[in-house]
Structures are given as C-alpha cells and as structure tokens.
C-alpha cells in the first residue's frame, strides 16, 4: 500500500508538468495529444514486451470493457484539457479539470459502497474549499467561457476514466495501463482524423519537448498511476488527486508566470491539508502495523 501510494503521487506530480511541457510544442491541442498517447503507448508495450509478460485481457473480456471505457474517457479528457491549457492556461484549467474527483467521491459511495468518513468528509470540505479560493478570479472574467467548459468536459471525463478502471479487478499494473493508452490513442486518432486530417510537422525543440511529453509523462506516468489507483480507495484516489492540480498551478507560476494572489495561496493551503486530512487517519493504523 506504501508502495501504491508513492508511485500515484509520483504519476499525478508528473501529470502536474503537462501544460508546462505543451506549452513548448508548436502543435494544435488535439495533435498534441495524438502524438503524446502514441509515443505513450509504444513506450508502454516495448517495456511490456521487454519484461516478458504476458496480456491476459482476452480472459476477463468484463475488464476489458470497462477498460475500454476508461481509455476513451482519458483520451477524450485530455483533448478538452489541453484545449482549455490554450484559452484560459495551465493553472486554472488544471484546477478546473479537477472538478472531476469531486464527482467520483460522490459516487464512489453508491458505486463502491465505500464509507465515508468523518475525516473524508472533512478532508473533501476542505479540498473544495481550496479549489473555490484557487479559482476566486474566474469569477473577474479572467479567460473565455468556452475555455471553462472545455475544463468542465475533461472533469467529466476524468470521472468516468477513474471510475471505469476501478471497475477492472483482474487486468492491472502495467497491462492496465498499456490498454489504456492504446485505447486513448484510437479514440484521439478518429477525433483528429474526422476534424483536421493528419498534417504534423515539428521543429526538432518540438520533438524533444513532445518525447519528454510522450514517453516520460506519459508512458511513465500513466504506469504509475495505473498501476496503484486499483490499489487505493476510490475516495483517496480522488483527493490525493488534488495534487496534480496543485503542482500544475505551482509549475505554471513558476514557470510560465501565472501569477496567484493571497487568496489563492490559502486555497493551495487547504488542498494540501485536505488531502493529507482525508487519507492520513484513515491509512494510521496500517502504516504503524507496516512499521511506516
């Protein structure tokens, strides 16, 4: 469990540095994604291949399904997340693509009979509260409607992805994964196919920052997520994984100059407590037993 955890926050931390790496490719949101799921998925299933396992997906054809579901979701929340990077930046559409645990925490209850606690619900409170100071200067106009609803769309997307993949209890780990990311490619390649054809050309910088992107955030990334969620409690999946948000809108500052105001500094101040509140009681009794 230790293990799960660390990996996941590893993946979300990496996940955090999308928008700052896709702001040096000189593509349109939609190719960007395309060619990041197909770098992803051949990494994926190279090292697969390499390490001599074996796909055992057509045995659980249930699993596959879901994980079809989840892949096409993933593949989909990214298009309308990277397009919302473009019309209202990294930061506040990273925040707003994390609307999307909000949703699973909601259904995580009915779907996974999963109980929620009081240091949950404190937790989560505490979360929302964040986000709402975070995103305080959405209400002062700062970017396009239309880019806000691209970031509400890839929320709930990422609530279907989460939720769909918990779904597969026998096809994990790095299998999971490499479907997954096969599956999001297909999906993207129709939508690019159907809406501009295929016409990518990329300096050799672009290249660079696109395998970083592709292989190191993707293909690495997606591993690591994927290989711990089926791990973890929906509910901690859900508000741990308010640090992706969180190190986007502190790579972005730091990196891109989207600046945040007090306001918003005690917003990311209450994510990062919610989230250690939301997990930490729960999760103290088997870390002492673990020696943790």
Known sequence: ???????????LILFGSNGIIASRIELESREIVLLRTLLGSIFLVIV???LKQKFTFKNYKKDLFFICISGAAMGASWMFLY????QVGVGTSSLLYYCGPVIVMALSAVLFREKITAAKLAGFIAVLAGIFLINAHISGGNGSSEGFAYGLAAAVMYSVMVIANKKSENVK??????????VSFLTVAVCVGIKS???ISLS????????VLGVFNTGIGCWLYFSS???????????????EPLSAVLFSAAVLGERMAAIQIAGVVLIIGGAVL???LKDKKFFRKQGG
């Open 1 to 11: 469990m230790k293990r799960s955890y660390l990996k996941y926050i590893l993946g």
């Open 48 to 50: 697969f291949l390499g």
């Open 83 to 86: 397009e919302a990077y473009v």
């Open 173 to 182: 780990g790095m299998e999971n994964s490499c479907l997954q990311l096969v």
């Open 197 to 199: 054809g295929y016409h």
């Open 204 to 211: 050799s910088s672009g290249w660079i920052w696109m395998i």
């Open 229 to 243: 969620i089926g791990d973890l409690p929906v509910q901690t999946v859900a508000i741990l994984g308010y640090i």
């Open 278 to 280: 939301g997990t930490a």
